[in-house]
Protein backbone atom coordinates (compact mmCIF):
# COMPACT_ATOMS: atom_id res chain seq x y z
CA UNK A 1 0.00 0.00 0.00
CA UNK A 2 0.88 3.37 -0.04
CA UNK A 3 3.41 4.94 2.26
CA UNK A 4 3.45 8.65 3.84
CA UNK A 5 6.25 9.21 5.86
CA UNK A 6 7.23 12.30 8.08
CA UNK A 7 10.11 14.06 9.68
CA UNK A 8 11.08 14.12 12.60
CA UNK A 9 8.96 11.83 14.02
CA UNK A 10 9.63 14.08 17.31
CA UNK A 11 11.15 17.25 18.11
CA UNK A 12 11.65 19.83 21.21
CA UNK A 13 12.59 23.44 20.72
CA UNK A 14 13.18 26.70 22.88
CA UNK A 15 10.13 29.05 22.66
CA UNK A 16 10.67 31.25 19.70
CA UNK A 17 12.11 28.83 17.76
CA UNK A 18 10.80 27.76 14.00
CA UNK A 19 10.49 24.18 13.61
CA UNK A 20 9.77 22.47 10.04
CA UNK A 21 7.93 19.19 9.53
CA UNK A 22 8.16 17.18 6.32
CA UNK A 23 5.43 14.70 4.74
CA UNK A 24 6.63 12.72 2.40
CA UNK A 25 4.36 9.96 -0.33
CA UNK A 26 7.05 7.48 -0.97
CA UNK A 27 5.44 5.42 -3.69
CA UNK A 28 3.10 7.67 -5.16
CA UNK A 29 2.45 11.34 -5.93
CA UNK A 30 -0.38 13.74 -4.00
CA UNK A 31 -1.37 16.66 -5.39
CA UNK A 32 -2.92 17.75 -2.30
CA UNK A 33 -1.90 16.56 1.22
CA UNK A 34 -3.50 17.38 4.65
CA UNK A 35 -2.28 18.76 8.00
CA UNK A 36 -3.83 17.65 11.28
CA UNK A 37 -3.24 18.56 14.62
CA UNK A 38 -4.46 16.71 17.35
CA UNK A 39 -4.11 17.24 21.22
CA UNK A 40 -4.24 14.85 24.04
CA UNK A 41 -6.68 12.14 24.36
CA UNK A 42 -8.62 14.02 21.47
CA UNK A 43 -9.67 13.89 17.84
CA UNK A 44 -7.44 14.80 14.61
CA UNK A 45 -8.51 18.54 13.93
CA UNK A 46 -7.53 19.62 10.09
CA UNK A 47 -5.66 22.73 10.17
CA UNK A 48 -5.29 23.15 6.56
CA UNK A 49 -5.34 21.87 2.85
CA UNK A 50 -1.52 21.74 0.69
CA UNK A 51 -2.29 22.09 -2.93
CA UNK A 52 1.23 21.56 -4.77
CA UNK A 53 1.77 24.55 -7.23
CA UNK A 54 -0.50 26.95 -5.19
CA UNK A 55 -1.40 28.75 -1.61
CA UNK A 56 -2.72 26.62 1.30
CA UNK A 57 -6.18 26.48 2.24
CA UNK A 58 -6.30 27.09 5.99
CA UNK A 59 -9.38 26.26 8.05
CA UNK A 60 -11.22 28.67 10.27
CA UNK A 61 -9.03 29.57 13.24
CA UNK A 62 -5.83 28.64 11.83
CA UNK A 63 -3.59 31.33 11.73
CA UNK A 64 -1.59 31.42 8.15
CA UNK A 65 1.29 33.13 9.35
CA UNK A 66 2.01 30.85 12.07
CA UNK A 67 2.18 27.95 10.51
CA UNK A 68 3.57 28.59 6.91
CA UNK A 69 2.77 25.46 4.45
CA UNK A 70 4.26 24.52 1.08
CA UNK A 71 3.40 21.80 -1.10
CA UNK A 72 7.15 21.67 -3.25
CA UNK A 73 6.84 18.87 -4.95
CA UNK A 74 4.68 16.16 -6.01
CA UNK A 75 5.69 14.29 -3.43
CA UNK A 76 6.72 16.74 -0.72
CA UNK A 77 4.70 19.35 1.75
CA UNK A 78 6.23 21.53 4.66
CA UNK A 79 4.38 22.82 7.89
CA UNK A 80 6.93 25.12 9.47
CA UNK A 81 5.48 26.88 12.80
CA UNK A 82 6.98 29.59 12.98
CA UNK A 83 8.02 31.55 16.71
CA UNK A 84 6.91 28.51 18.39
CA UNK A 85 5.30 29.18 21.70
CA UNK A 86 4.35 25.92 24.22
CA UNK A 87 0.81 26.03 23.24
CA UNK A 88 1.68 25.29 19.93
CA UNK A 89 3.05 21.71 21.67
CA UNK A 90 0.87 18.95 19.95
CA UNK A 91 0.89 15.88 17.58
CA UNK A 92 1.41 17.11 14.29
CA UNK A 93 0.16 14.62 11.08
CA UNK A 94 -0.30 14.49 7.59
CA UNK A 95 -2.13 12.91 4.70
CA UNK A 96 -2.33 11.97 1.80
CA UNK A 97 -4.78 10.69 -0.61
CA UNK A 98 -4.59 7.91 -2.77
CA UNK A 99 -4.99 7.33 -6.39
CA UNK A 100 -7.87 5.34 -6.22
CA UNK A 101 -11.21 6.19 -4.02
CA UNK A 102 -11.56 8.14 -0.98
CA UNK A 103 -8.78 6.70 1.11
CA UNK A 104 -5.91 8.68 2.80
CA UNK A 105 -2.76 7.72 3.68
CA UNK A 106 -1.66 8.51 7.09
CA UNK A 107 2.07 9.76 7.87
CA UNK A 108 3.46 8.78 11.36
CA UNK A 109 3.06 11.92 13.12
CA UNK A 110 5.68 14.26 14.42
CA UNK A 111 5.21 15.30 18.45
CA UNK A 112 6.14 19.03 18.87
CA UNK A 113 6.95 19.83 22.62
CA UNK A 114 7.79 23.81 22.55
CA UNK A 115 9.80 24.68 26.22
CA UNK B 1 -23.05 19.35 7.83
CA UNK B 2 -21.15 15.97 7.78
CA UNK B 3 -20.64 14.37 10.70
CA UNK B 4 -19.27 11.39 12.36
CA UNK B 5 -20.79 10.17 15.60
CA UNK B 6 -19.09 7.87 17.61
CA UNK B 7 -19.75 6.41 21.05
CA UNK B 8 -17.29 7.78 23.83
CA UNK B 9 -14.79 5.67 26.04
CA UNK B 10 -12.90 4.81 26.90
CA UNK B 11 -14.06 0.91 26.81
CA UNK B 12 -12.53 -1.35 29.10
CA UNK B 13 -13.25 -5.19 28.03
CA UNK B 14 -11.72 -8.37 29.47
CA UNK B 15 -9.52 -10.95 26.76
CA UNK B 16 -11.53 -12.48 24.57
CA UNK B 17 -14.62 -10.01 25.29
CA UNK B 18 -17.13 -9.44 22.15
CA UNK B 19 -16.24 -5.75 21.00
CA UNK B 20 -18.73 -2.77 19.51
CA UNK B 21 -18.17 0.85 18.75
CA UNK B 22 -21.05 2.26 17.68
CA UNK B 23 -20.64 4.89 14.57
CA UNK B 24 -23.26 6.61 13.08
CA UNK B 25 -23.06 9.84 10.15
CA UNK B 26 -24.65 12.66 8.91
CA UNK B 27 -23.76 13.34 5.29
CA UNK B 28 -25.28 14.69 2.26
CA UNK B 29 -24.60 12.27 -0.45
CA UNK B 30 -23.40 8.76 -0.03
CA UNK B 31 -19.91 8.70 1.73
CA UNK B 32 -17.27 6.26 1.83
CA UNK B 33 -16.42 5.36 5.52
CA UNK B 34 -13.91 4.11 7.16
CA UNK B 35 -11.92 2.97 10.87
CA UNK B 36 -8.64 3.80 11.77
CA UNK B 37 -6.72 2.73 14.76
CA UNK B 38 -4.00 4.69 16.23
CA UNK B 39 -1.91 2.88 18.89
CA UNK B 40 -0.03 4.59 21.83
CA UNK B 41 2.53 7.36 19.89
CA UNK B 42 2.12 6.53 16.23
CA UNK B 43 0.05 8.02 13.92
CA UNK B 44 -3.42 6.71 11.98
CA UNK B 45 -3.74 2.82 10.46
CA UNK B 46 -6.19 2.20 8.03
CA UNK B 47 -8.49 -0.84 9.91
CA UNK B 48 -11.31 -1.13 7.48
CA UNK B 49 -13.41 0.57 5.20
CA UNK B 50 -16.79 0.22 3.18
CA UNK B 51 -17.78 2.28 -0.05
CA UNK B 52 -21.06 1.79 -0.56
CA UNK B 53 -24.27 0.49 1.23
CA UNK B 54 -24.50 -3.65 2.63
CA UNK B 55 -20.90 -3.89 2.03
CA UNK B 56 -18.71 -5.11 4.83
CA UNK B 57 -15.35 -4.11 5.63
CA UNK B 58 -12.78 -6.86 7.79
CA UNK B 59 -9.76 -6.91 8.78
CA UNK B 60 -8.05 -8.30 11.67
CA UNK B 61 -10.89 -9.99 13.50
CA UNK B 62 -12.89 -6.50 13.09
CA UNK B 63 -15.97 -6.18 10.94
CA UNK B 64 -18.17 -3.24 10.04
CA UNK B 65 -21.38 -3.25 7.79
CA UNK B 66 -22.22 0.09 6.24
CA UNK B 67 -25.97 0.97 6.85
CA UNK B 68 -27.67 3.10 4.88
CA UNK B 69 -31.01 3.21 6.24
CA UNK B 70 -29.56 3.62 10.23
CA UNK B 71 -26.34 5.52 8.51
CA UNK B 72 -24.20 3.54 10.71
CA UNK B 73 -20.88 1.47 10.80
CA UNK B 74 -20.45 -0.71 13.50
CA UNK B 75 -16.96 -1.71 14.29
CA UNK B 76 -16.97 -5.25 16.12
CA UNK B 77 -15.11 -8.31 17.06
CA UNK B 78 -16.02 -11.19 18.53
CA UNK B 79 -12.84 -11.54 20.75
CA UNK B 80 -10.72 -8.89 21.89
CA UNK B 81 -6.22 -8.97 22.70
CA UNK B 82 -4.37 -6.90 24.88
CA UNK B 83 -2.80 -5.31 21.48
CA UNK B 84 -5.90 -4.47 20.04
CA UNK B 85 -5.62 -1.50 23.10
CA UNK B 86 -6.30 1.48 21.02
CA UNK B 87 -8.28 4.28 19.93
CA UNK B 88 -10.44 3.90 17.01
CA UNK B 89 -11.49 6.51 14.96
CA UNK B 90 -14.48 6.00 12.57
CA UNK B 91 -14.41 8.55 9.96
CA UNK B 92 -16.36 9.74 6.29
CA UNK B 93 -15.38 10.97 2.89
CA UNK B 94 -17.83 12.15 0.35
CA UNK B 95 -15.84 12.29 -2.46
CA UNK B 96 -12.85 10.79 -4.13
CA UNK B 97 -9.31 12.25 -3.53
CA UNK B 98 -8.70 15.52 -2.98
CA UNK B 99 -11.35 15.99 0.43
CA UNK B 100 -10.23 15.00 3.94
CA UNK B 101 -11.89 12.41 6.20
CA UNK B 102 -14.56 13.79 8.79
CA UNK B 103 -13.30 12.11 11.72
CA UNK B 104 -15.18 11.20 14.88
CA UNK B 105 -14.18 11.89 18.39
CA UNK B 106 -12.13 8.51 18.65
CA UNK B 107 -12.92 6.15 21.44
CA UNK B 108 -10.38 4.28 23.45
CA UNK B 109 -10.08 1.14 23.90
CA UNK B 110 -8.13 -1.14 26.67
CA UNK B 111 -8.47 -4.67 26.80
CA UNK B 112 -7.28 -6.12 30.31
CA UNK B 113 -5.57 -9.48 30.71
Known amino acids: GAVVSQHPSWVICKSGTSVKIECRSL??????MFWYRQFPKQSLMLMAT?????????EQGVEKDKFLINHASLTLSTLTVTSAHPEDSSFYIC???????????FGPGTRLTVL | GDSVTQMEGPVTLSEEAFLTINCTYTATGYPSLFWYVQYPGEGLQLLLKATKADDKGSNKGFEATYRKETTSFHLEKGSVQVSDSAVYFCALSLTRGNTPLVFGKGTRLSVIA
Open chain 1, 50 to 58: SNEGSKATY
Open chain 1, 95 to 105: SAPGLAGSEQF
Open chain 1, 27 to 32: DFQATT
